[in-house]
Every structure is written in C-alpha cells, then in structure tokens.
C-alpha cells in the first residue's frame, strides 16, 4: 500500500513566521537606506542640487566691468571706450564650427584675419566664453543678421564698448594699447574678473595700470526658455567701473614736440623740475595704437616690424644712446666737489691729450685746441682735452659715483614697464661682460662721455631736472590723479627726493652758470638755439658720431651732401627759466644737427605761447665745432 505522509503544521507555521520575520528586516533595512538617503541628499547636498536645479533654466552670466579712461593733466581724453556691436560666438553650443563660419559668411562677410583670430581664440579661451568673431558690425549687419538669428544658436549679436585712441599715434609709446587676452596672459591674471573680458593693457599706461584700470566683473542671474534663449534677469550683481587715471602729460605740449620734431626720427621728454611730474615723452617714428585693438595683420605688423625707422621702438624710455658732450657738467660738479680742481685751474689746450707712457693720442674736437681753459670754458666750449684732463686726475671710481647720484645707470623708477636702465661702464662691469681688463684709456674715453657709457633720453631728463633743481633727484612719474567711480579725484603722493650734497653750493652756480654761456656766450656750442631768448636757459650741447672714419671725413662740418643715415645724432640737454626752472628737456635727433632748433621751439612755445610754434628757427653763423666722436650706433646694448 502507498505510505501517505502527513504534515507538520506547527512547523510549517514557525518557517512562515521565520520567513516573514526576516522579510520585514530586509524591508525596514531597504526603508531605513531610502530615507537616509533622500536625507542625505536632502540636508547635506541641498546647495549643491539646488544648483544643479536651477542651472536647468538659470545661467549666470558675467558682465564686463567698463575700462576707465585716461585724461592728460588738463582733463583732455587721451583713451577712451566707444560703443560697437559685435558678433560674438559660444564654442559649446556649436556642433558644427566650420559650417557655421561658412553660413555665417553668406550673409555678413568675415576677412580672413577675422576668421583667423576667431580660430586662434578658440584654442585660448574655454568653449563656454563668448568669443568676438567680427568687431563693429554695422548697423546693416546687424540688421541683417538679426533676421537670420534662428539659423544660429549660440551666436549672438552684442553690444560692447571697445577702447579707442582719439589722437591716434601722438601718444602711442606712453599710452600703450590693449589687445585680446593670450593663454601667458591668462596663467597670470585672476580668470574669475576676466570671465567677461577679452582684451588687456599690453603696453605702456594700459599695461602699467591694468588693475586700476580694469575694475570688478559683475553677474547676472538670468532666466533662460526651453530653447535656452534668455527670457529676463533674475538677480544683477553690478560689475565696478575701473578708475579713471589723470597723466601729468600736457596733450598741447605733446603735440607741439611732435610738430617740432618734424619727422625727425628721436626722442624728447620733457619733466617738471620741482614735481617730477612729466609734461611730455615722445618718440618717433611711431604708430596707430587702433589697429591692434581689434587685432593686427600679420602683413601690417611686418611692416611696422621691418621698418628701418622702427616705429614699434620706444626711443624715450630704452633707446640707448652714448651721452656724448652732456656728461661733462657732471664731471665738472665731481671735479669741483673733491677738490681735484677749482674754479681758476686752468690748463692750455694744444688740440689734444697723452697719458703719460703711452704713444695714443686723445684728440679734441677743436684741432689747434681752445688755448688757456678753465671749467667753465670747457663746458661753454665743450673742450675735450679739459676733460680728458679731469678724467685722468679723478679716476673711473669718482666718475662713476656722480653719474650714479644723477640716476644714471640704473632703472629711474617711472611708472611704465620695459624701461631699460643704460649703462656706467665700471673696472668690474667690463671684466664681466667684455672679459677684459680695464684700462687707462678707457677713463679717458669716459671723460667726454665715450666708449660703454649709455644712456636713455628719460635718464637724460632725470639729470638735469636734478641739475635744475641743484642737487634734488625726483623720480620722473606720469599718473597725476586717480578717480574712483562716482568719488574725487585723488592726487599721486610724490616720492621722497634723493638729495646730492656738495660741498660748497658755489659749485652749483659755476656750473649752471656755464650752461647758461653755452647758449649766450659767442664761444658757445649751442648757438643754433638762438641767443634771443626772452627767458634765461641753462644747456648742454653734444654731438654723436655714427660711424668713425668714412669717405666724408674731410667734410665733416658739412654733412648735407652725406648719405642720411651716416650723419651724426645730436644731443641737448637744458631747462628754464634758470631762476624758477618749470621745464627740463632732453632731447636726442638721430642723424640731424636740429636738437638746439628743436629745443628752442619746444621752449618757446611752453614758456612764450603756442603762436611761436611755426615762428622760423634762430639764425647764426658761428661755425659748430662740437662734434664728440663716438662709434656705433645708439641701438648697441655694452
């Protein structure tokens, strides 16, 4: 018979209540992960997913901070912020950038530059940035592509206000000029203030004051549709204006050095004695600072590039040139402060000066010499063998020791970038960089400022603005006055002087007194700048050599007929009025023997009146015997 089995209830029950037992653990375990987790994300990451949330329909957008302008001491605009529309492009809402810039150009014309800088910015910026692809559009243009702006997500029309330069080249070397952000650029500036910028100071004031000038990115917090068009702004943090920077340039004054310069190729700086404060500092030739704005070509900038006249080269502040004949009121105050001579140590002049066991001879400009000299005819003069004299009874250690008090050889601290800090040509200096020893002559060669000795025509005006002010050295500066948003102006503090300590102030009358005989005397070197002045000036005349012995040597006085390159530079230095000095000027003309003519109508027309300025240069017809022969061009770095 078949075995039936029967069940066992009472354990069948207990393995249910088992089962059900652990089920609801397995549940209230699955219940209890659940709500720790919505409490997870809830509490401790409700920042963070509110975020993400609203970045659903929400963008932060930033706002580009306005530049802040830049005015000349009389409040004239020299920068300043014009509005354009342009075109801009969001990298990441576009899948296609070829066909894009291909449908784009159909219906509003992009140059190759244009395309090129675009695809150039690409690489530097990240793919949510909006990216420039044409600067001022049109209004036709704009017009037109507002009709086909459904065609194009991610490209928007937007106005923008774009730096401009309203006297074009009159300022460029000073003001400098922005241009678009490079990836080195990027490394250094704080990204977060720039996330609505594309353009940055390169050069001069612009670079220099970046900070000031650039002010504080702003955002706004705006409501986007489903298309991701935006629809209003929620939130606005308003983004701060930069400052407004006021220069101690007088606009007027720069222009009339311009006019006087003539197309000249040089420099001229001009500085307040008493405030340090520089009126005026040009270079030429120069260029537009507009064109790099929007970006340069590649075509255009070779040929400024290429130039033999070097327009991008900023002649005032690192043209390096030999300071020939203007060294010597220096020496003439070291001589005098240590007592190697005085005012009545005279010497006879033949035309020429030998160290004693040497077979070279020194040999003055003057071939028979300039007979009996003291030190106020050599400076009147501009005796070479007066000097060659000093030199040989001072030592290259004193002479470099007053140089260095009239900040020569080293940086003048003027609130512009890239300044070169010329030479004083020391025993060590020259060990180090020529490998070779110093030598008797090369004192020599120093004396009348000849040889390693360089320097630039901003140093140049820092020396005799101290020489005007008998001693006190103010460091040359160009912001006059910042101003805030909404706020004052607020004045530049000067700088504490550095004060040159004679021995006796009598040395001080000697030789400016000398200077004013360079100018009044008939014996003086700086008779083309007339001796009709209705003002006292004190100066200093040289002449710089380019090339020592060519085919015109033996008409050398005369150098029209020589090929205009191979004519020598001149040099002046000199302020007034002597009695209350307003204006110190330096100046350096390449391949001309117009600095004293310059001069005179930079001086007149500061000093007179603007109506002096087309007046005809002084006459006379003293021959100029002040030719300080220097090899090499200015451009050569000891």
Known sequence: MRRILIKDHVQEIQLIKNRAIIGLVLMFLLIFCLIGRLAYLQLAKNDLYTTLSKKNWLDLVPVEPTRGLIFDRNGVVLAENIPIFSLDVVPDKIDNMAMLLSQITKIIPLTDLEIAQFQKQLKEHRRFDEIPLKMRLTEDEVATFADHQYQFPGVIVKARLMRHYPFGDSFTHVLGYVGRINPQEL?????????????????????????????????????????????????????VPGQNVYLTLDSKLQQAVEKALDGHRGAVVAIQPSTGQILAMVSEPTYDPNIFVTGVSTQDYKTLQDSLDRPLYDRALRGLYPLGSTIKPYYALQGLNTGIIDEHFSIQDPGWFQLKNSDHIFHDHKKYGHGIVNVSKAIITSCDTFFYELASRMGIERMD????????????????????????????????????????????????????????????????????NRGVRITPHLLLAQ????????????????????????????????????????????????????????????????????????????????????????????????????????????????????????????????????????????????????????????
Not at 195 to 202: H, M, P
Not at 407 to 436: C, H, I, Y
Not at 552 to 578: C, G, K, T
């Open 401 to 468: 020791q007053i140089l260095n008090q009239f900040g020569f050889g080293q940086l003048s601290g003027v609130d512009l970038e890239d300044e070169l800090p010329g030479n004083v040509a020391t025993p060590e200096w020259k060990r180090r960089v020529k490998g070779m020893n110093w030598f008797p002559g090369d004192t020599i060669n120093a004396g009348i400022g000849q040889g390693f000795m360089q320097a630039t025509p901003l140093q140049l005006a820092q020396g005799v603005a101290t020489l005007a």
């Open 483 to 638: 101003q805030e948003p909404g706020k004052a102006m607020m004045s530049e503090s000067v700088t504490t002087p550095y004060k040159i300590t004679l021995n006796n102030n009598h040395y001080w009358d000697i030789v400016i007194t000398a200077m004013q005989d360079v100018i009044r005397s008939d014996s003086g070197t700086g008779y083309r700048f007339g001796r009709d002045a209705p003002y006292t000036v004190a100066a200093k005349t040289g002449t710089v050599q380019v090339i020592r012995k060519t085919n015109y040597e033996n008409d050398h006085e005369n150098q029209d007929n020589w090929p205009e390159r191979l004519r020598d530079h001149s040099v002046f230095i000199a302020f007034a009025p002597v009695e209350n000095p307003q204006i110190a000027l330096a100046i350096i003309v390449e391949n001309s023997n117009q600095a004293s003519v310059i001069a005179r109508k930079i001086f007149d027309y500061y000093l007179v009146g603007p109506q002096t300025l087309n007046a005809p240069a002084p006459t006379d017809k003293t021959q100029d015997t002040n030719h300080d022969i220097i090899e090499g061009t200015p451009y050569d770095v000891q």
């Open 187 to 239: 490394d250094e500036i704080d990204v977060a203030n720039y996330s609505a910028s594309n353009y940055i100071g390169k050069t001069g004031i612009e670079k220099f004051y970046e900070d000031e000038l650039h002010g504080t990115v702003g955002y706004e917090q705006v409501e986007n549709d489903a298309s991701g068009e935006p629809v209003r702004v929620l939130n606005r943090i308003k983004s």
